[in-house]
């Protein structure tokens, strides 16, 4: 994907971009994909094995086998969905917003835009990728928590946050 | 509703210095639960699995009273749209009034008001559908950082205009 021409038709007059880049493509999953592996693995073994189990044979095998793939879905799923959703992602950073882009196979781009100013709270972890938050937005499926929203898993984190600083700061 | 109801639902927000309304609506359907027969299905077949798996252990009876959480866990979520979830909806549906002021996006309804401030760090969705949410939020996660959603607007285009228009003024 061509970030410059992605975003060319939405940049404003005087704005430029500063910075852009991806995350990294690594499997690895976050401390908040503990909980749904151990209750989908947990869900598939008692739920669907102890459903087979108990009726041998007839229709409600096929309860049995649904049970066990939803319960795998939803370990897979918080397994998997990040690294997914970073491989699809592009990023980039312009002296009055950030972008964060998913190309999805078969949604298409998705093109999101966060405004960076004196009020942005700005933060980042100590790990290397680094991960740099900026915004926070509601949850699709859970009424008014939110979520945070950042450039995640990013190589040379540091520079980039220092960049975002300034932006912040007005000095872009 | 009537002209009758919506003039009386109509009643002015307070408003501060400076403040007008720009925009004022109310949903046009309740908003939408989770009734549909997918998450019967899962919930029910859930608990029916677990309540399969707590037939078989009868010798072991601790495990079969840590089974029955999800028993109960999972028959009360299936319980939980038609016996209140669609009552709340109801009595939101009745009373839920949108504002949208040059300063602040209000919802207000029988047991609630939520409002975010408008500023610099607001965003603005609108959902897709025939009815459609308008959600209302600030980036910066500041005091309230709860979303406002407008649920169910007949024509969400007309406030998401307005709102953004105001927005990129701000900015």
Same mark, same amino acid.
């Given at each position: 994907?061509?970030?410059?021409?992605?975003?060319?038709?939405?940049?404003?007059?005087?704005?430029?971009?500063?910075?852009?880049?991806?995350?990294?493509?690594?499997?690895?999953?976050?401390?908040?994909?503990?909980?749904?592996?151990?209750?989908?693995?947990?869900?598939?073994?008692?739920?669907?094995?102890?459903?087979?189990?108990?009726?041998?044979?007839?229709?409600?095998?096929?309860?049995?086998?649904?049970?066990?793939?939803?319960?795998?879905?939803?370990?897979?799923?918080?397994?998997?969905?990040?690294?997914?959703?970073?491989?699809?992602?592009?990023?980039?950073?312009?002296?009055?917003?950030?972008?964060?882009?998913?190309?999805?196979?078969?949604?298409?781009?998705?093109?999101?835009?966060?405004?960076?100013?004196?009020?942005?709270?700005?933060?980042?972890?100590?790990?290397?990728?680094?991960?740099?938050?900026?915004?926070?937005?509601?949850?699709?499926?859970?009424?008014?928590?939110?979520?945070?929203?950042?450039?995640?898993?990013?190589?040379?984190?540091?520079?980039?946050?220092?960049?975002?600083?300034?932006?912040?700061?007005?000095?872009? | 509703?009537?002209?009758?109801?919506?003039?009386?639902?109509?009643?002015?927000?307070?408003?501060?210095?400076?403040?007008?309304? =720009?925009?004022?609506?109310?949903? /046009? #359907?309740? +908003?939408?639960?989770? $009734? &549909?027969?997918?998450?019967? *299905?899962?919930?029910? @077949?859930?608990?029916?699995?677990?309540?399969?798996?707590?037939?078989?252990?009868?010798?072991?009876?601790?495990?079969?009273?840590?089974?029955?959480?999800?028993? =109960?866990?999972?028959?009360?979520? /299936? #319980?939980? +749209?038609?016996?209140? $979830? &669609?009552?709340?909806?109801? *009595?939101?549906?009745? @009373?839920?009034?949108?504002?949208?002021?040059?300063?602040?996006?209000?919802?207000?309804?029988?047991?609630?008001?939520?409002?975010?401030?408008?500023?610099?760090?607001?965003?603005?969705?609108?959902?897709?559908?025939?009815?459609?949410?308008?959600?209302?939020?600030?980036?910066?996660?500041?005091?309230? @950082?709860?979303?406002?959603?407008?649920?169910?607007?007949?024509?969400?285009?007309?406030?998401?205009?307005?709102?953004?228009?105001?927005?990129?003024?701000?900015?």
């Amino acid at each position: 994907m061509n970030i410059a021409r992605e975003l060319g038709p939405l940049l404003k007059q005087d704005e430029v971009i500063l910075w852009q880049g991806r995350p990294t493509r690594y499997f690895a999953p976050g401390v908040g994909a503990f909980f749904p592996v151990v209750f989908g693995l947990g869900y598939a073994a008692i739920a669907g094995y102890g459903a087979y189990v108990a009726f041998q044979g007839g229709v409600f095998i096929m309860l049995a086998i649904f049970l066990m793939i939803l319960g795998l879905s939803i370990a897979s799923y918080a397994l998997f969905n990040g690294m997914l959703i970073r491989r699809w992602s592009h990023y980039a950073l312009t002296n009055y917003r950030a972008f964060v882009m998913i190309d999805h196979p078969l949604l298409g781009v998705d093109t999101t835009d966060w405004p960076i100013n004196k009020h942005t709270d700005l933060r980042h972890n100590a790990h290397d990728p680094m991960t740099i938050t900026f915004a926070y937005a509601p949850r699709r499926f859970f009424g008014r928590s939110m979520r945070v929203i950042g450039f995640e898993h990013i190589d040379d984190g540091l520079n980039v946050f220092r960049v975002m600083m300034d932006v912040r700061d007005g000095l872009h | 509703m009537n002209a009758q109801e919506q003039s009386a639902r109509k009643a002015p927000v307070a408003l501060g210095p400076g403040e007008h309304v =720009l925009w004022q609506g109310f949903p /046009a #359907a309740p +908003p939408r639960i989770p $009734a &549909r027969p997918a998450y019967s *299905v899962v919930t029910l @077949s859930s608990a029916f699995g677990f309540w399969a798996y707590w037939m078989m252990v009868p010798e072991l009876p601790f495990l079969r009273v840590a089974l029955l959480v999800p028993i =109960l866990g999972f028959l009360a979520m /299936a #319980a939980y +749209p038609p016996l209140t $979830a &669609r009552r709340r909806a109801t *009595v939101f549906f009745n @009373s839920a009034r949108y504002t949208l002021t040059n300063q602040r996006a209000v919802s207000a309804h029988a047991e609630k008001t939520i409002e975010v401030p408008l500023s610099a760090c607001s965003k603005i969705h609108l959902g897709k559908g025939e009815r459609q949410n308008l959600i209302l939020w600030n980036v910066n996660g500041g005091t309230p @950082s709860q979303p406002v959603y407008f649920h169910q607007l007949e024509n969400g285009e007309e406030p998401y205009k307005i709102a953004q228009s105001l927005l990129d003024t701000l900015t």
